[in-house]
Structure formats: structure tokens, C-alpha cells
């Protein structure tokens, strides 16, 4: 076991972590039904439920599933291959350290990096707006994550980004695709985490018409191990009183409303438009596109892209036992995947869960591989 | 990705703050956050851009599960690496 492993148990305060793992035993007793499957939506969730062990001590009928709460490992492999054509066409390409190694249909942007592309890594739009602003060239960021992410993509655009600067937009918003989850025909979910800092910018007013409309609660929560517990115990508490009701357990960063100004720069530069998430479904509404206000902007409408050439290489052969999809819509563990730590590691991964360091199969594969301690005392 | 990072704002200079992150200086900018921001407040913050004020009351708490995190020696750390990479993804003092 890795020092993060080891280090796994400690909490800041084990007495009250101690009285939660009580709590959530006793509810779910008395909701009375095994499996209870909840789902979080968000990677900092599962790293901080993997990084303090909390699975070791959730009642072993509670099953806390990561959903698709990791943007690098939702992003469809033509949106990949579409910066990958960019790259080989020797367009300068700013991107997350995260989206380098995504496979695309044929290829990474890794890979077109290795045979030469002009692909740089940047930790904020911020930065990659600089970069373009140093250079003579066209360079295109590659633009990732969910709404909070998506706000400072929008507000950079809204101040005056250089003119060789555009978007390639990759980035997804969560609400609809809680929906598709909800209405999978073998969903088990039978209630949300929703992720703090999302919610911080949307406000956990927009879950309302959701648990009206699937009559599933939600529940927003922190990312401190005793915020996770104490948003699950909330969560239980609903699913076992069968109220679907929104509940905020971080109001210490989100309110009902959440950042107005955010939602306006948001909706400002960005409209919602169906597309593909990886391994999930078409999700409508769950793409964030740039409005025609900012075309000029939108790398999508700058360059003629052509991804067909990519398409005329045969997908590796290791992927069609990928499993990914199955895992972000919680039907399946990354230890039921053959591949998981075998033929697919962080260093040379098959499926996207294990590029992200947001990726369920990347998380429990960092903190020793196997964080279900339940199962294996099933197991033993 | 989704952690964001909070910091002590040090000065404001119209739409830019100067922040102190566990003991390092960068600036964010102040574009998206809904509410007046002075020094001496706590701002979280993603991906360059502080996103809310966090309230007085609310600082102590926000602020140990960070000094935590980044007190773990180990690099492996998923969260402590996100950490590190929020503060990254600010912009350095001018």
C-alpha cells in the first residue's frame, strides 16, 4: 500500500467520523432494503472518499457509486480526435495535462505531440490566453470540464482574448446528465451527491425540477471527509422518509440562488446542445457550445476540421473490453473490469477513467487498487 | 479539478486580487465572484478565478481540510496534486 493508503484512516476529528459511520448504519437499517446505491457526481468526491477510506466504514448494504463526475473521462473520442486533426494540421494546441492522453478514435494528443504537433499543457485558460498572446501563430485551448470550469473559459472570452485565440469547447454540464443516469432502464441510484463546488456556481435551486421530476433527492456536499458523511447520512435520511428533496450540507460555499454573476457570464458565452458523453449516452443539453456572438472565437467555425482521416484506423484492439461507460453510469466497480490494473494502468491506460486523475479507475488504482474493503472481507 | 483552492486576499487592484495561498503569493482575478471582495477576506478559487467569498464564520473550517491535505508528505496525493495545481493555475505576481 502506497503512504496514501496507509494514511488512509486518519481523520481530523475519528470520534464524530466514528458517530457518522454509526448514523449510516443505522439508516440504512431502517430504510430495510440491500443494496442502498447513492451516486456522486464529481472526482474530488471520489479522491477524498478514497483518499480518508471512507468505504471501509459505510455499512456494508450502501453502495456509493461515482457516476460521471469526471469531465476528461466523459470527453467523446471525436471531440479528442477534433483537436488531434488541429494539432496534425499545425495548429498549436493549449490543453489540461488530463486531456493529453485521452484516447481518441486513432490517436492521443500525446501521440500527435510525440510525432510533433505543437501541444502545450496549461493549468488555466488564463495561461493559455497568455501563451497565445507571446505568440505569432494561431493557438487553440482545449477546453474542458463541467460549469465551474466552463465560467472561466466564458469570462476570459468576455475580456479581450488576443486574435489568434479560440476555443475548441469540450466542456459538459452536469444537471442533464443526472437525468440520463435517473432514467437508465437498470438505474439502482436512489439519490445524488452533488458536487460543492458545482453547485456553488448554479446553486442548488437548479436540482429542484430534477427530484420533482424523477423523485430522487439530492443532496450537496462538501469534500471534507466529515462533509461526505454527514451529506450521506442527509441523503439516507431522505431516501428513507421517501422525501425527494434538495438538501444543501455546504452552505458554507453554496446557497440557493448560487453566483448569479457566474450564471450570467456562463449563459452569456455558452448556450447547452445535445451530444455524446463517452461511454454514457447522447445527453441533451449536456454540451456547452459558444454562441454566435463568439464565433470568431470558436475554433469549430475558425478552421475547416478534418477528422475523417483519423477514422480510417481500427480503434485498439484492448478497448472494446473497456468497461469505462458501464463504470461512470454505476453499473459496474473498476474491479470488475479484466483490464484494471492488468493490461490498463495510469502509465499506459486503455480506457479514460484511468487517464484522469478524476477517473474512478485512476483514483482507486492511486490509493491501492482495491478501496472496497468490504468486498473482500465478502470475499475472504 | 473540482476542489478549487482558498486563499487570503492580500490587496485588490479593480478586477484583480492578490492572494495568499498557504504561504504563496499569486493573483486571481475577480471577474465572476458575486460579491464585494476585500483584504483580509477568504475567496475559493478555480482555475485562476475566485468563484465566492467565504463567509467569516466559515473560514476556519474551509481552510483545515486543505492544510491537511497538503500537509501529506506523499506526492502520490490525488487531492494535494489538485491542490497544487489550482494554486498553478493562477497567474504570478506581477
Known amino acids: 500500500m502506497n503512504d496514501a493508503g496507509r494514511n488512509a484512516m486518519q481523520f481530523r476529528d475519528p470520534a464524530r467520523a466514528a458517530q457518522m459511520a454509526s448514523l449510516l448504519e443505522r439508516l440504512v437499517g431502517e430504510i430495510g432494503r440491500e443494496p442502498v446505491s447513492v451516486m456522486h457526481v464529481c472526482g474530488s468526491h471520489e479522491q477524498a472518499i478514497a483518499r480518508f477510506g471512507l468505504r471501509a466504514i459505510f455499512p456494508r448494504a450502501l453502495e456509493v457509486i461515482m457516476g460521471p463526475g469526471c469531465p476528461v473521462c466523459v470527453t467523446d473520442m471525436p471531440e479528442v480526435d477534433e483537436a488531434v486533426a488541429l494539432a496534425e494540421d499545425g495548429i498549436r494546441i493549449a490543453t489540461y495535462g488530463d486531456m493529453l492522453r485521452v484516447p481518441g478514435t486513432a490517436r492521443s494528443l500525446a501521440d500527435a505531440q510525440a510525432a510533433g504537433a505543437k501541444v502545450d499543457v496549461v493549468y488555466s485558460v488564463t495561461q493559455a490566453q497568455q501563451l497565445a498572446a507571446k505568440l505569432d501563430e494561431e493557438l487553440v485551448f482545449f477546453a474542458s470540464g463541467f460549469e465551474t470550469t466552463a465560467?472561466?473559459?466564458?469570462?476570459?472570452?468576455?475580456?479581450?482574448?488576443?486574435?489568434?485565440?479560440?476555443?475548441?469547447?469540450?466542456?459538459?454540464?452536469?444537471?442533464?446528465?443526472?437525468?440520463?443516469?435517473?432514467?437508465?432502464?437498470?438505474?439502482?441510484?436512489?439519490?445524488?451527491?452533488?458536487?460543492?463546488?458545482?453547485?456553488?456556481?448554479?446553486?442548488?435551486?437548479?436540482?429542484?425540477?430534477?427530484?420533482?421530476?424523477?423523485?430522487?433527492?439530492?443532496?450537496?456536499?462538501?469534500?471534507?471527509?466529515?462533509?461526505?458523511?454527514?451529506?450521506?447520512?442527509?441523503?439516507?435520511?431522505?431516501?428513507?422518509?421517501?422525501?425527494?428533496?434538495?438538501?444543501?450540507?455546504?452552505?458554507?460555499?453554496?446557497?440557493?440562488?448560487?453566483?448569479?454573476?457566474?450564471?450570467?457570464?456562463?449563459?452569456?458565452?455558452?448556450?447547452?446542445?445535445?451530444?455524446?458523453?463517452?461511454?454514457?449516452?447522447?445527453?441533451?443539453?449536456?454540451?456547452?457550445?459558444?454562441?454566435?456572438?463568439?464565433?470568431?472565437?470558436?475554433?469549430?467555425?475558425?478552421?475547416?476540421?478534418?477528422?475523417?482521416?483519423?477514422?480510417?484506423?481500427?480503434?485498439?484492439?484492448?478497448?472494446?473490453?473497456?468497461?469505462?461507460?458501464?463504470?461512470?453510469?454505476?453499473?459496474?466497480?473498476?474491479?470488475?473490469?479484466?483490464?484494471?490494473g492488468k493490461q490498463c494502468e495510469p502509465d499506459n491506460p486503455v480506457g479514460a477513467c484511468m487517464v484522469s486523475t478524476e477517473g474512478t479507475c485512476r483514483i482507486w488504482h492511486q490509493y491501492g487498487g482495491q478501496l472496497d474493503l468490504r468486498d473482500k472481507d465478502e470475499r475472504a | 479539478m473540482c476542489l478549487g483552492v482558498p486563499g487570503k486576499v492580500l490587496t485588490v487592484d479593480g478586477s484583480v486580487a492578490t492572494v495568499d495561498f498557504f504561504g504563496v503569493r499569486r493573483d486571481v482575478r475577480l471577474d465572476i465572484v458575486d460579491e464585494p471582495v476585500e483584504p483580509g477576506d477568504y475567496v475559493m478559487n478555480h482555475v485562476g478565478f475566485a468563484i465566492r467569498r467565504i463567509p467569516p464564520a466559515e473560514v476556519k473550517e474551509t481552510l483545515a481540510l486543505y492544510e491537511q491535505l497538503l500537509a501529506a508528505i506523499s506526492s502520490e496525493d490525488l487531492l494535494a496534486a489538485d491542490i497544487r495545481g489550482e494554486i498553478a493555475a493562477t497567474r504570478e505576481k506581477k
Open chain 1, 151 to 340: 465560467v472561466a473559459t466564458a469570462a476570459v472570452l468576455l475580456g479581450s482574448p488576443p486574435p489568434n485565440f479560440s476555443i475548441l469547447s469540450a466542456h459538459k454540464y452536469i444537471p442533464p446528465v443526472m437525468e440520463i443516469v435517473a432514467e437508465m432502464p437498470h438505474t439502482r441510484v436512489e439519490g445524488f451527491l452533488a458536487a460543492g463546488h458545482a453547485a456553488t456556481i448554479t446553486g442548488c435551486a437548479i436540482f429542484e425540477r430534477f427530484v420533482e421530476r424523477h423523485r430522487i433527492p439530492v443532496v450537496v456536499a462538501g469534500f471534507e471527509p466529515l462533509d461526505i458523511l454527514a451529506g450521506l447520512a442527509k441523503l439516507l435520511e431522505l431516501v428513507r422518509d421517501r422525501r425527494p428533496e434538495v438538501a444543501n450540507m455546504y452552505p458554507r460555499c453554496v446557497t440557493r440562488e448560487g453566483n448569479r454573476r457566474a450564471q450570467e457570464v456562463l449563459w452569456k458565452v455558452f448556450r447547452p446542445v445535445g451530444g455524446r458523453w463517452r461511454g454514457i449516452a447522447h445527453v441533451p443539453n449536456g454540451n456547452l457550445r459558444l454562441r454566435d456572438e463568439f464565433a470568431r472565437f470558436d475554433a469549430r467555425r475558425r478552421f475547416k476540421i478534418d477528422v475523417s482521416r483519423l477514422w480510417d484506423y481500427a480503434p485498439p484492439s484492448l478497448a472494446h473490453s473497456c468497461i469505462c461507460g458501464d463504470i461512470m453510469a454505476g453499473i459496474a466497480s473498476p474491479s470488475s473490469c479484466s483490464l484494471f
